[in-house]
C-alpha cells in the first residue's frame, strides 16, 4: 500500500473543496438574486432535525459582511437527548446516568481523532488503542465485536484498532450501565453512541488545519511532527431547500511519539438529506476510512522481584502480587521492526427515515459496514520475560519473537425501526414506544501465521531491530497455528417501553425486550475439528426507573436494568467444544441530579452496582492442533462504585465540566479459581478524575483571547489476570492540559498543549506482555476558517 505524502493529502482535501465551494457559491449567488439567500453561517445543529422550509427575507443578507467577535461560548451542557430512551428527553429526567461531549467539548480540546477526547468522560478507562478498547466503569468491552460501540445508534465501525476521525462527529454520548432494552446485545459497563454530523440548511463552509509537534524528553521540539488538513461544507442543493448535502474530507499524519512510529488517516463523509415535509424527510450517509501505521505493541514490564509460587501454578513467577517489582527500558525503546505494518479499511452506509402519522412518529434506521485490518509483525513471545533464566532480569536479558499475519474481515448489516406517541393528559402523561431491531454480523479471521518463533531474539534495553533472517528475508515463510475462521451471528428484537410522567413531578419508565440470537461458525482449514455448532439463544431483559422532583431543579432517582451478551460460538472449552451460555448483566442505580432553571448548573451523584454473570475467560492455553485459545467460564465480576459529574456557565464568557469515579471491579466468583475471588479486575482504577475549563477574556484590549485548562487522573490499577501467573500494579498518573484560543474575523485559531509537565506514565496495558506508554508534551496549533 503506497503511503501519500501530505501534499498528496492536501490537494485531495483542496480538490474535494473546489467541488463543494462552487456548488454553494453559485447556491447562495441565485438564491440572493432571487430573493431567499439564507444566512451565510449557522451555528452547527448536526445532532437535530434538519431545518424547515423556508424562504429569508434578504434584509438579513446585507449585514454579512458585519464581522462581530464575541466573548461568549458556547455551552457544554445538553438539556435534552435520545440516547437512554429513544426520544428527546431532558436528562433530569432520566434514570440513569448519561454523559455528552457535545462539539463545543471535543472543539476546545482541539481533538483530531476520538482517542484525543475519550478520557475526559467519566468512568472510561483506556485499555487498549483499538476503537472497542476501553472498561466501562471497571468492566472491559474489548474483545473481537464492537457491541458496546455505536454509531448513531446502531452497531458497526469502519475502523476497528485505528483511532477514529473528529470530524465528522457531532458529539459523544456516553450512557452508562447495561441497556439491552432498547439496544440489544451489549457488555453491561456502559454503551458508547457516536453522533454524526447531519446536512444543515444554511449554507457553511467550514477549512481547519492543525500542525503539532512533541516536546518531549525523549522528542524535542521539531524531531516528531504532525498536520491534519480537513474540510466542512453544507448547505441546501435547491432553492427551495428539499435536498440538503453535507461533505466532510479529512486526511491526518499523527505519528505517536515514539521513534519510527508513523499514522496516516484518510476520512470521507458524505451525506444527504431529503426533506418531503416539515415533518417527513431522508437521510443517507457514507463513511470512508483508511489508516496506516506501524505496528507498535508497547514497552515489556521486567520482572526484577523475587519469583514466588502463584496461587494458580507450581512454577515460580516474578511477576505476581503488590510487592511484584519491574522496570522497563525508556520510553522511545520500540521493539517492533520498522516495517512492521498494520492498516485498518472500512466504508459504511447508514440512512434514516422519519416521518409523523397523526401522533405516531415513525424512524426507520440502517446501517451497513465492510471492515478489514491487517497486521504484519514480529512480535513477542517472551516467556522468559516472566520467568527469566537467572534470579532477575538483566539487560542483557532476550526477548524471543514470532512471527504474525493476521487479516480480520467484518460486515454489519443492522437496524431499528420505532414508533412512538404521547397519551394522556398532563396529570399522567404517557409517552409509548415500540419496535423491532436486529441484523446479521460476519466475522473473518484468517490466520496466515502465528508462529515460528524468530531469530535473532532483541534485548530487554537497546534492542536491535531489523535484522533479516539467515537467508535474508525480512519474515519466515507462514508457519504455525493458520487458521481461517468463520463467524455468522443473525440478531432479531422486539422491544417495547413506556415513559410516564405523573403530576408533573413523578417521572417512571419501564421496558421490556425480547432477543433471539442464532449463531454458527467453523474453521475452513480445520472443519473436521472445529465443527461449531449452531446456537439458537432467547434472551429477555428488562429495565425500570423512577424520578422524583423534590424541586423543580432537584430531584432523586432509582433504576434497575439488564443486559444480555451471547459468548462468540467459535470460543472453546479444553475439549475443543463451543456453546458457552450467554454472558448476563444486572445494575441497580441510585442518584441525585441537579439543574438550575437557566440550565447554567448541572449535576449528578450516584452510586450505582453491576453484577455481570457468565463470564468468558482465557484460560492461557491453546489446542495443540489449531492453536485455538481455550476459553472457561468463571462465574461472575461486580462493579461499584460512586460517580459525580458536575457542568457549569456561571456567565456567558466562562464554564466548565468535571468528574470523578470512586469504583471497584472483582472478581465476585470463580469456579475455578476461588482464590482469586475479591480481586481487581484489569484495566480498572479505583479512582479517576477529569476537569476542563475555559475562560474568554470580554474587554478589550484582550478580547477575542480564550484560555483553557485540564486536568486528568487515573488511579493505581492493576495489569494482567488473577488467575495466570501474571499480576502485579501499574502506578497511577495525572496529566495536564492548556490552550489558548484566539478569535479573528472569521478565524479561529487554538494553541494546545497535551501534558504541559510532559509526565512519564503508563497510559494502559494492551497485555500482559505490553504496557502502552503516555504520550510525551505534545504542542498542537490549529487555524480553522468558516464562510
Known amino acids: 500500500m503506497k503511503n501519500p505524502s501530505t501534499c498528496t493529502r492536501l490537494i485531495r482535501v483542496l480538490f474535494l473543496a473546489g467541488l463543494a465551494t462552487p456548488l454553494i457559491g453559485l447556491q447562495v449567488r441565485a438564491q440572493v438574486e432571487s430573493g431567499t439567500a439564507p444566512p451565510a453561517a449557522a451555528a452547527d445543529a448536526s445532532s437535530s432535525t434538519p431545518a424547515a422550509n423556508g424562504p429569508i427575507p434578504v434584509e438579513q443578507v446585507t449585514k454579512l459582511d458585519a464581522i462581530t467577535v464575541t466573548s461568549d461560548i458556547g455551552t457544554y451542557h445538553e438539556v435534552t437527548s435520545e440516547m437512554a430512551s429513544k426520544v428527546a428527553t431532558d436528562l433530569k429526567d432520566l434514570a440513569s446516568s448519561l454523559q455528552v461531549l457535545n462539539q463545543n467539548a471535543i472543539a476546545d480540546r482541539n481533538a483530531n481523532n476520538l482517542q484525543d477526547v475519550f478520557v475526559y468522560l467519566t468512568g472510561v478507562t483506556q485499555s487498549q488503542t483499538n476503537i472497542n478498547g476501553f472498561t466501562f466503569r471497571g468492566l472491559p468491552v474489548s474483545g473481537s465485536y464492537d457491541q458496546n460501540i455505536e454509531y448513531d445508534g446502531l452497531m458497526g465501525t469502519p475502523l476497528k484498532k485505528g483511532a477514529q476521525s473528529a470530524a465528522d462527529v457531532s458529539s459523544l454520548e456516553f450512557l452508562k450501565g447495561p441497556n439491552s432494552v432498547l439496544y440489544g446485545q451489549m457488555h453491561p459497563g456502559g454503551l458508547m453512541n457516536i453522533v454524526s454530523k447531519n446536512p444543515l440548511s444554511d449554507p457553511q463552509i467550514d477549512f481547519r488545519a492543525t500542525v503539532f509537534s512533541y516536546d ?48 496516516k488517516l484518510e476520512s470521507f463523509f458524505p451525506a444527504l438529506t431529503y ?21 507498535d505493541d508497547g514497552v515489556f514490564p521486567v520482572f526484577t522481584s523475587p519469583a514466588i509460587l502463584s496461587p494458580v501454578s507450581t512454577t515460580k513467577t516474578a511477576a505476581y502480587g503488590r510487592t511484584a517489582t519491574y522496570y522497563f527500558a525508556p520510553f522511545n525503546t520500540v521493539y517492533q521492526n520498522t516495517y512492521d505494518r498494520a492498516r485498518d479499511k472500512g466504508d459504511a452506509l447508514s440512512t434514516l427515515f422519519h416521518t409523523e402519522i397523526g401522533r405516531w412518529t415513525v424512524r426507520v434506521q ?22 527469566p533464566k537467572a534470579s532477575y532480569a538483566t539487560p542483557n536479558t532476550t526477548i524471543e519473537r514470532q512471527y504474525n499475519l493476521i487479516i480480520n474481515g467484518h460486515r454489519w448489516n443492522s437496524f431499528d425501526a420505532n414508533t412512538f406517541a404521547v397519551y394522556g393528559p398532563e396529570s399522567f402523561e404517557s409517552t409509548l414506544i415500540g419496535g423491532v431491531g436486529g441484523g446479521v454480523e460476519q466475522f473473518d479471521n484468517q490466520r496466515y501465521a502465528f508462529g515460528p518463533v524468530t531469530t535473532p531474539a532483541v534485548t530487554i534495553i537497546n534492542p536491535i531491530i531489523n535484522q533479516p533472517l539467515a537467508n535474508g528475508q525480512l519474515y519466515p515463510a507462514n508457519g504455525t497455528a493458520v487458521q481461517n475462521t468463520n463467524n455468522w451471528s443473525t440478531t432479531f428484537g422486539e422491544y417495547f417501553s413506556d415513559q410516564m410522567k405523573i403530576a408533573d413531578f413523578i417521572h417512571v419508565s419501564y421496558g421490556i425486550r425480547h432477543d433471539q440470537y442464532v449463531q454458527a461458525g467453523i474453521d475452513l482449514l480445520n472443519p473436521v475439528k472445529t465443527p461449531y455448532e449452531s446456537e439458537i439463544i432467547h434472551a ?16 432523586v432517582y432509582s433504576s434497575w436494568s439488564q443486559s444480555t451478551t451471547p459468548n462468540t460460538v467459535t470460543d472453546i472449552n479444553a475439549q475443543g467444544q463451543s456453546g458457552f451460555a450467554p454472558e448476563k448483566g444486572t445494575q441497580y442505580e441510585n442518584g441525585l441530579k441537579v439543574e438550575t432553571r437557566d440550565h447554567k448548573f448541572y ?28 476459553y ?51 484495566n480498572a482504577p479505583r479512582a479517576t478524575g477529569n476537569l476542563w475549563t475555559r475562560y474568554n477574556f470580554s474587554r478589550a484590549p484582550l478580547k477575542g483571547l480564550g484560555v483553557g485548562l485540564g486536568a486528568i487522573y487515573v488511579g493505581k490499577y492493576w495489569a494482567g489476570d488473577p488467575t495466570t501467573v501474571t499480576y502485579f500494579t501499574i502506578p497511577g498518573y495525572t496529566r495536564v492540559d492548556t490552550a489558548l484560543y484566539y478569535k479573528w474575523q472569521r478565524y479561529n485559531f487554538a494553541l494546545n498543549i497535551q501534558n504541559v509537565g510532559d509526565r512519564r506514565f503508563i497510559q494502559s496495558e494492551q497485555t500482559a506482555e505490553y504496557l502502552v506508554p503516555g504520550e510525551q508534551r505534545k504542542i498542537t496549533l490549529s487555524v480553522e476558517r468558516k464562510f
Request: hydrophobic share 35%.
Open 540 to 555: 429477555f431483559d428488562q429495565q425500570l426507573g423512577v424520578v422524583f422532583d423534590l424541586t423543580k431543579s432537584l430531584a
Open 632 to 682: 472457561r467460564l468463571d462465574g461472575a465480576q461486580h462493579s461499584q462504585g460512586t460517580e459525580i459529574e458536575l457542568q457549569y456557565q456561571p456567565i456567558a464568557n466562562w464554564q466548565f465540566q468535571a468528574g470523578a469515579a470512586f469504583e471497584k471491579a472483582f472478581i465476585a466468583e470463580s469456579i475455578t479459581n476461588p482464590y482469586s475471588i475479591g480481586d481487581d479486575l484489569a
Open 275 to 295: 426533506n418531503f415535509t416539515n415533518k417527513t424527510y431522508f437521510t443517507i450517509k457514507l463513511e470512508s476510512d483508511a489508516d496506516y501505521r506501524r505496528q
Open 366 to 387: 440502517t446501517r451497513s459496514v465492510w471492515h478489514a485490518d491487517w497486521t504484519q509483525e514480529d512480535t513477542d513471545n517472551s516467556t522468559n520475560v516472566f520467568f
Open 603 to 630: 449535576g449528578t451523584l450516584c452510586y450505582f452496582y453491576i453484577d455481570r454473570t457468565n463470564v468468558l475467560v482465557s484460560s492461557g492455553q491453546t489446542l495443540p492442533v489449531t492453536g485455538q485459545a481455550i
Open 216 to 263: 518531549g524528553a525523549f522528542n524535542p521540539l521539531g524531531n516528531v511532527n504532525g498536520d491534519s488538513f480537513s474540510i466542512d461544507a453544507t448547505g441546501p442543493v435547491d432553492a427551495g431547500k428539499h435536498l440538503l448535502f453535507r461533505v466532510i474530507a479529512d486526511v491526518e499524519n499523527t505519528p505517536p511519539s515514539r521513534p519510527g512510529d508513523f499514522d
